[in-house]
């Protein structure tokens, strides 16, 4: 998400808004995902499964995180930059 904020405010990418059909069921969906391969990590006792789903939620977190900042315009960028620094 950082890496397109920058590249809007930079020039390199467009800052016009991503905008997907239905962008709020994909967000949904990623946000059940998640909470589903929550629920699979903490009931699994295979390590290597255990691993799996830790690598599957950061590759599902970065594309939400281009997603949702790409959703947002050029103009709001630096409120979004905000909220990405205060983690």
Not at 56 to 71: D, K, R
Request: one cysteine or more; aromatic letters at 10%; a neutral charge.
């Amino acid at each position: 998400g950082s890496i397109i904020a920058f590249g809007k405010l930079n020039g390199n990418l467009a800052s016009k808004p991503l905008d997907l059909p239905g962008k709020n069921y994909l967000n949904l969906g990623g946000l059940g995902l998640f909470i589903f391969m929550m629920h699979l990590f903490f009931s699994t006792e295979s390590v290597a499964f255990g691993v799996f789903l830790l690598i599957a939620t950061g590759v599902l977190a970065c594309v939400m995180g281009v997603h949702l900042v790409g959703s947002v315009g050029g103009g709001d960028m630096p409120v979004c930059i905000t909220v990405l620094n205060s983690y």
